[in-house]
């Protein structure tokens, strides 16, 4: 997956604190999608981003979760007071924008939330 | 509900036989296909995609078939590698839209 990075790769918190997840898309890709998968599941979509907008957040939380893609750095996924359930494999993927039906997503190494 | 679902959780192979990976859709508006592998603790790895006006695409050992009369996808891996041993997905993308909706995963174990 060379290309889009994540960090941190793993990330311990304890309830109610806040975490903070980056994705960095690969060069020249200006769409990035997050995802988020549970232990022996699949991937479940949660928000796609481009730059300064956000075009789908129909797979967010509707509370304490948050999603940006700045003009400038990297996309940021927020969970604010962290409970045990977002304990979880948190994904990106990245795509280069500009073909629709569908563009080829890539993925990054992933963060695991660990919530104590 | 639309969904990608797999036929099998668990395919044993031996090594050099072929494999073949087997995925149900639901959702006939689906037009992008794509297979992911993912190896323990990494993120998926981008296999193989196909569009919903073909039906058969071949890479470097593997092939993707679709049967869109009865929403079937299929992954063959030929010549299976202990390096293939991985979770695999299917995943559809819907027309006009950029969302991957992934199955739920078959886990690939290659015999020596």
């Known amino acids: 997956n060379a290309g889009v990075m994540q960090n941190p790769r793993h990330l311990v918190r304890r309830r109610g604190q806040e975490a903070r997840l980056r994705c960095s898309p690969m060069k020249g890709h200006s769409h990035v999608y997050w995802y988020r998968q549970l232990p022996e599941e699949g991937l479940k979509f949660m928000v796609y981003l481009q730059k300064e907008n956000i075009i789908d957040e129909s797979g967010m939380p509707k509370e304490r979760f948050s999603a940006e893609f700045p003009k400038e750095g990297p996309s940021i996924l927020r969970i604010q007071q962290v409970v045990r359930g977002d304990s979880a494999a948190y994904f990106c993927?990245?795509?280069?924008?500009?073909?629709?039906?569908?563009?080829?997503?890539?993925f990054g190494p992933g963060t695991r939330l660990l919530v104590l | 509900g639309e969904s990608v679902g797999l036929h099998l959780p668990t395919l044993s192979v031996q090594e050099g036989d072929n494999s073949i990976i087997n995925c149900a859709y639901s959702n006939s508006a689906s037009d992008y296909f794509i297979w992911y592998k993912q190896e323990s603790g990494k993120g998926p790895q981008f296999i193989i995609d196909?569009?919903?006006?073909?039906d058969k695409r071949q890479g470097q050992r593997v092939t993707v078939l679709l049967n869109k009369t009865v929403k079937h996808l299929s992954l063959q891996i030929a010549a299976t590698q202990p390096g293939d041993s991985a979770v695999y997905f299917c995943a559809e993308i819907k027309a006009a839209g950029n969302k991957l909706t992934f199955g739920g995963g078959t886990r690939v174990l290659v015999k020596p």
């Open positions: 993927a990245s795509s280069p924008g500009g073909q629709s039906g569908g563009e080829t997503q890539y």
């Open positions: 196909i569009r919903s006006n073909m």
